[in-house]
């Protein structure tokens, strides 16, 4: 089974720019979740969709927005890009048959965004 | 502010040792638990997941979960120079809808041959 696909993989833009993100969950997943990972700051949790409704965000500003597809794929969108957007964006979808709990994530390779 | 504390290391222990990584985590809530890896310039993968109190085994590698004390580790016994990674620990967040997780920022595991 293939896994989740991210597109681009790298992504080089100025700041005030807007950037977009795609994401394809595993077949089968209906959950795609969205992180931003820094060398600071970690894994931070941007939102969850779930059968095209956002079903849950973390604490960031209105720039960062998403929606989600019928079927499944998903996108991220960054408004008016700020340098301290560089960071890898992370893909996260769940909901399949593996046997783990209801949550478990299995991650995209990301997209490394650099704003300059 | 739910969090997930993790010391960020680097770990350093000789290829052969038993490595043990430990997290805490502060929302008594919580009920699945999850440590993936993560190497350089890659995506977190998946190693385990553990939402039982005691021990899960899986190879090489074995959580430890004891809510109680609000606590989970990860052992890797027989490490190899392979095993050098982040080691990120992964917590649900019971009182949000979905399947968010809080992430720690990561133990650095130094496996030296």
């Known amino acids: 089974k293939a896994g989740v696909t991210q597109t681009p993989r790298y992504l080089i833009k100025t700041r005030g720019q807007q950037v977009t993100l795609s994401c394809s969950p595993i077949s089968g997943h209906r959950s795609v979740s969205w992180y931003q990972q820094t060398p600071g700051q970690g894994l931070q949790f941007l939102f969850e969709?779930?059968?095209?409704?956002?079903?849950n965000k973390g604490n960031f500003p209105g720039r960062f927005s998403g929606r989600q597809f019928s079927n499944s794929r998903s996108e991220m969108n960054v408004s008016t890009l700020e340098l301290g957007d560089s960071a890898l964006y992370l893909c996260a979808s769940s909901g399949g048959t593996s046997g783990g709990p209801s949550g478990t994530q299995y991650f995209g390779p990301g997209t490394r965004l650099t704003v300059l | 502010q739910k969090e997930v504390e993790q010391n960020s290391g680097p770990l350093s222990v000789p290829e052969g040792a038993i490595a043990s990584l430990n997290c805490t985590y502060s929302?008594?809530?919580?009920?699945?638990f999850f440590w993936y890896r993560q190497y350089s310039g890659k995506s977190p993968e998946l190693i385990m997941f553990?939402?039982?109190?005691g021990d899960k085994e899986d190879g090489r590698f074995t959580a430890q979960l004891n809510k109680a004390s609000q606590y989970v580790s990860l052992l890797i016994r027989d490490s190899q120079p392979s095993d050098s990674a982040t080691y990120l620990c992964?917590?649900?967040?019971?009182?949000?809808?979905?399947?968010?997780?809080?992430f720690g920022k990561g133990t650095t595991l130094s496996v030296s041959s």
């Open positions: 553990i939402y039982s109190n």
């Open positions: 969709y779930f059968s095209e409704t956002q079903r």
């Open positions: 992964a917590v649900n967040s019971p009182t949000q809808a979905g399947t968010a997780l809080i």
């Open positions: 929302d008594r809530g919580s009920q699945s």
